[in-house]
């Protein structure tokens, strides 16, 4: 079965750093990425990682989250530096086996990720 986990997430004072990590057991995907959702709100997509490494980031996080895999250790990571309130919200990973051929992976909706975590919860106080 193909499962993922989130794991990291916390209640923090704003300028504080969070690392989350994403165990994607028992498979390799070629595009991951992470999202977020805030109460009343739509989910968002805050950073993607392509098969090859590349990256994206949204304009709100971008200078500030960094996103990252292992491949080998089947983990997508995601380090949120200098946090700030709005940046609270639960965050979840989310993977797809399709390559670009699919569509641009560092571009791709959230419909368009087959797999998706739990959610791990971040809370950001000012």
């Known amino acids: 079965q193909v499962q993922l986990v989130e794991s990291g997430g916390g209640s923090v004072q704003a300028g504080e750093t969070l690392r989350l990590s994403c165990v994607v057991a028992?498979?390799?995907?070629?595009?991951m990425g992470w999202f977020r959702q805030a109460p009343g709100t739509a989910r968002e997509s805050v950073a993607g990682?392509?098969?090859?490494?590349?990256?994206s980031a949204a304009d709100s996080v971008k200078g500030r989250f960094t996103i990252s895999r292992d491949n080998a250790k089947h983990t997508l990571d995601l380090r949120m530096d200098s946090l700030k309130p709005e940046d609270t919200a639960m965050y979840y990973c989310?993977?797809?086996?399709?390559?670009?051929?699919?569509?641009?992976?560092?571009?791709?909706?959230?419909?368009?990720?087959?797999?998706w975590g739990q959610g791990t919860q971040v809370t950001v106080s000012s």
């Open positions: 028992g498979s390799t995907y070629s595009c």
């Open positions: 989310a993977a797809d086996f399709r390559d670009d051929w699919y569509g641009p992976c560092l571009s791709r909706t959230e419909a368009e990720f087959a797999y």
């Open positions: 990682v392509a098969s090859d490494g590349s990256t």
